[in-house]
Protein backbone atom coordinates (compact mmCIF):
# COMPACT_ATOMS: atom_id res chain seq x y z
CA UNK A 1 0.00 0.00 0.00
CA UNK A 2 1.37 3.55 -1.02
CA UNK A 3 1.60 5.97 2.15
CA UNK A 4 0.85 9.39 1.71
CA UNK A 5 2.18 11.92 3.60
CA UNK A 6 0.63 15.15 4.28
CA UNK A 7 2.30 18.31 5.97
CA UNK A 8 -0.22 20.51 7.99
CA UNK A 9 -0.09 23.22 9.67
CA UNK A 10 -1.07 22.56 13.56
CA UNK A 11 0.45 25.16 15.69
CA UNK A 12 -0.84 29.24 14.30
CA UNK A 13 1.67 31.92 14.30
CA UNK A 14 0.18 33.16 17.67
CA UNK A 15 0.59 30.23 19.49
CA UNK A 16 4.33 29.47 18.53
CA UNK A 17 4.96 33.08 19.16
CA UNK A 18 3.89 33.63 22.63
CA UNK A 19 5.09 29.09 23.37
CA UNK A 20 8.65 30.33 22.23
CA UNK A 21 8.71 33.62 24.25
CA UNK A 22 7.23 31.59 27.48
CA UNK A 23 10.28 28.92 26.97
CA UNK A 24 12.83 31.35 27.10
CA UNK A 25 11.62 33.04 29.91
CA UNK A 26 10.92 30.10 31.93
CA UNK A 27 14.02 28.51 31.22
CA UNK A 28 15.83 32.03 32.21
CA UNK A 29 13.89 31.97 35.81
CA UNK A 30 14.72 28.14 36.30
CA UNK A 31 18.75 28.79 35.86
CA UNK A 32 18.22 32.19 37.90
CA UNK A 33 16.24 30.85 40.20
CA UNK A 34 18.28 27.71 40.95
CA UNK A 35 21.49 29.97 41.47
CA UNK A 36 19.80 32.49 43.56
CA UNK A 37 18.68 29.72 45.84
CA UNK A 38 21.58 27.37 45.83
CA UNK A 39 23.82 29.53 48.30
CA UNK A 40 26.56 29.11 45.64
CA UNK A 41 25.97 33.04 44.79
CA UNK A 42 28.66 34.40 47.58
CA UNK A 43 29.36 37.76 45.51
CA UNK A 44 26.88 40.09 46.30
CA UNK A 45 26.87 42.05 43.48
CA UNK A 46 26.74 39.00 41.14
CA UNK A 47 23.85 38.19 43.54
CA UNK A 48 22.24 41.42 43.16
CA UNK A 49 23.00 40.93 39.04
CA UNK A 50 21.27 37.30 38.89
CA UNK A 51 18.04 39.04 40.30
CA UNK A 52 17.26 42.45 39.08
CA UNK A 53 18.74 41.97 35.49
CA UNK A 54 17.59 38.28 34.74
CA UNK A 55 15.40 37.13 37.10
CA UNK A 56 12.94 39.63 37.99
CA UNK A 57 12.57 41.21 33.97
CA UNK A 58 12.07 37.69 32.93
CA UNK A 59 9.43 37.30 35.50
CA UNK A 60 7.59 40.85 34.39
CA UNK A 61 7.83 39.27 30.64
CA UNK A 62 6.38 36.35 31.74
CA UNK A 63 3.30 37.62 33.25
CA UNK A 64 2.63 39.46 30.42
CA UNK A 65 2.84 36.88 28.04
CA UNK A 66 0.84 34.86 30.48
CA UNK A 67 -2.17 37.44 30.07
CA UNK A 68 -1.55 37.05 26.35
CA UNK A 69 -1.42 33.15 26.10
CA UNK A 70 -5.00 33.52 28.71
CA UNK A 71 -6.41 35.46 26.41
CA UNK A 72 -5.87 33.31 23.32
CA UNK A 73 -7.12 30.04 25.69
CA UNK A 74 -10.33 31.97 26.62
CA UNK A 75 -11.06 34.00 22.52
CA UNK A 76 -8.72 31.59 20.76
CA UNK A 77 -9.81 28.99 18.09
CA UNK A 78 -8.78 25.80 17.40
CA UNK A 79 -5.77 24.01 19.33
CA UNK A 80 -4.85 27.84 21.11
CA UNK A 81 -8.82 27.35 22.71
CA UNK A 82 -8.92 26.16 26.43
CA UNK A 83 -11.36 23.17 24.91
CA UNK A 84 -8.48 21.79 23.10
CA UNK A 85 -7.18 20.81 26.51
CA UNK A 86 -10.02 18.92 27.55
CA UNK A 87 -8.85 14.70 27.99
CA UNK A 88 -11.15 13.42 26.25
CA UNK A 89 -9.37 10.39 24.71
CA UNK A 90 -9.00 7.77 27.02
CA UNK A 91 -7.57 5.68 24.57
CA UNK A 92 -4.64 7.78 23.66
CA UNK A 93 -4.22 8.62 27.36
CA UNK A 94 -3.48 5.37 28.19
CA UNK A 95 -1.57 4.51 24.68
CA UNK A 96 1.01 7.77 25.88
CA UNK A 97 1.03 6.45 29.16
CA UNK A 98 2.34 3.15 28.68
CA UNK A 99 4.58 4.60 25.80
CA UNK A 100 6.28 6.38 28.82
CA UNK A 101 6.02 3.35 31.55
CA UNK A 102 7.97 1.23 29.29
CA UNK A 103 10.94 3.98 28.17
CA UNK A 104 9.56 4.44 24.40
CA UNK A 105 9.84 0.75 23.90
CA UNK A 106 5.70 0.59 22.95
CA UNK A 107 3.89 2.59 20.02
CA UNK A 108 3.77 6.40 20.71
CA UNK A 109 -0.36 6.62 19.77
CA UNK A 110 -0.95 9.77 16.72
CA UNK A 111 -2.35 13.07 17.32
CA UNK A 112 -2.98 15.97 16.15
CA UNK A 113 -1.88 18.75 18.34
CA UNK A 114 -1.46 18.45 21.77
CA UNK A 115 -0.21 14.92 23.44
CA UNK A 116 -3.81 13.94 25.08
CA UNK A 117 -2.04 13.00 28.34
CA UNK A 118 -0.50 16.14 29.19
CA UNK A 119 -3.76 18.25 28.42
CA UNK A 120 -4.74 18.01 31.81
CA UNK A 121 -1.00 18.91 32.65
CA UNK A 122 -0.97 21.96 30.79
CA UNK A 123 -3.79 23.54 32.22
CA UNK A 124 -2.04 22.92 35.64
CA UNK A 125 1.32 24.44 33.75
CA UNK A 126 -0.42 27.56 33.49
CA UNK A 127 -2.37 28.05 36.71
CA UNK A 128 1.14 27.41 38.46
CA UNK A 129 2.91 29.64 36.21
CA UNK A 130 -0.20 32.32 37.48
CA UNK A 131 0.72 31.68 40.68
CA UNK A 132 4.58 32.26 40.37
CA UNK A 133 4.08 34.66 38.82
CA UNK A 134 1.80 36.39 41.50
CA UNK A 135 4.25 35.21 43.88
CA UNK A 136 6.87 37.16 42.44
CA UNK A 137 4.77 40.50 42.06
CA UNK A 138 4.11 40.29 46.03
CA UNK A 139 8.16 40.04 47.16
CA UNK A 140 8.21 43.38 44.95
CA UNK A 141 5.18 44.79 46.01
CA UNK A 142 4.98 46.08 49.99
CA UNK A 143 1.21 47.24 48.41
CA UNK A 144 0.21 43.93 47.15
CA UNK A 145 1.28 42.40 50.58
CA UNK A 146 -0.59 44.43 52.25
CA UNK A 147 -3.68 43.89 50.54
CA UNK A 148 -3.15 39.85 50.44
CA UNK A 149 -2.08 40.07 54.45
CA UNK A 150 1.48 38.87 53.92
CA UNK A 151 4.99 39.60 54.18
CA UNK A 152 8.14 39.08 52.09
CA UNK A 153 9.33 35.93 53.93
CA UNK A 154 6.06 34.14 53.32
CA UNK A 155 5.69 35.07 49.92
CA UNK A 156 9.24 33.67 49.47
CA UNK A 157 8.24 30.52 50.75
CA UNK A 158 5.50 29.91 48.66
CA UNK A 159 7.52 31.57 45.26
CA UNK A 160 10.45 28.90 46.51
CA UNK A 161 7.80 26.31 46.55
CA UNK A 162 6.11 26.80 43.99
CA UNK A 163 9.37 26.78 41.80
CA UNK A 164 9.79 23.47 42.79
CA UNK A 165 6.85 22.07 41.64
CA UNK A 166 7.38 24.31 38.14
CA UNK A 167 11.12 23.15 37.99
CA UNK A 168 9.78 19.27 37.74
CA UNK A 169 7.24 20.03 35.72
CA UNK A 170 9.30 21.72 32.67
CA UNK A 171 12.28 19.16 33.08
CA UNK A 172 9.35 16.61 32.32
CA UNK A 173 7.65 18.47 29.36
CA UNK A 174 11.31 19.08 28.08
CA UNK A 175 12.23 14.88 28.52
CA UNK A 176 8.79 14.41 26.79
CA UNK A 177 9.17 16.86 24.12
CA UNK A 178 12.27 15.14 22.52
CA UNK A 179 11.36 12.12 23.10
CA UNK A 180 8.19 11.98 21.55
CA UNK A 181 10.17 13.96 18.40
CA UNK A 182 12.62 10.91 18.69
CA UNK A 183 9.83 8.39 17.92
CA UNK A 184 7.14 10.58 15.93
CA UNK A 185 7.76 11.21 12.31
CA UNK A 186 4.96 14.33 12.70
CA UNK A 187 8.74 16.37 13.44
CA UNK A 188 7.30 17.22 17.05
CA UNK A 189 9.74 20.09 18.13
CA UNK A 190 10.16 21.90 14.77
CA UNK A 191 6.64 21.92 14.56
CA UNK A 192 6.71 24.34 17.25
CA UNK A 193 8.70 26.49 14.87
CA UNK A 194 7.32 26.46 11.49
CA UNK A 195 4.04 25.17 12.70
CA UNK A 196 3.74 22.02 10.57
CA UNK A 197 3.65 18.73 11.34
CA UNK A 198 3.89 15.28 8.70
CA UNK A 199 1.02 12.93 9.01
CA UNK A 200 0.47 9.85 7.14
CA UNK A 201 -3.26 8.26 5.79
CA UNK A 202 -2.84 5.79 8.72
CA UNK A 203 -1.70 8.23 11.32
CA UNK A 204 -4.02 11.01 10.05
CA UNK A 205 -7.55 8.11 10.71
CA UNK A 206 -5.97 7.74 14.52
CA UNK A 207 -5.18 11.57 15.24
CA UNK A 208 -6.88 12.13 18.52
CA UNK A 209 -10.35 11.85 19.32
CA UNK A 210 -11.40 14.62 17.20
CA UNK A 211 -10.83 12.14 14.39
CA UNK A 212 -9.37 14.96 11.89
CA UNK A 213 -9.90 13.48 8.81
CA UNK A 214 -7.48 13.36 5.78
CA UNK A 215 -8.23 15.83 3.80
CA UNK A 216 -6.44 18.62 3.76
CA UNK A 217 -9.14 20.73 4.41
CA UNK A 218 -9.74 19.58 7.70
CA UNK A 219 -6.36 19.23 8.58
CA UNK A 220 -5.60 23.39 7.74
CA UNK A 221 -8.91 24.27 9.24
CA UNK A 222 -9.87 26.41 6.10
CA UNK A 223 -12.97 26.34 4.47
Excluded at 171 to 188: F, M, R, V, Y
Aim: hydrophobic residues 50%; glycine residues 6%.
Amino acid sequence: MNERIHRALVWPASVRLLHGMMAATVLILCMTGLLLQSGLILNPSLHEHLLTVWHVPSGHILGLVLVARLGLLVFGKGVANWKALIPENLEGITATAVFYISMARMNLPSYFAHNPLWKVVYLVMFLLLVMQTGSGLLLESSWLQSVFRTDSFHALQQHQALFTTMLWIVLAHIITSILHDWKSPSSEISSMINGHKFFSVEEEKKVSSQQVSINLTDLTGKK
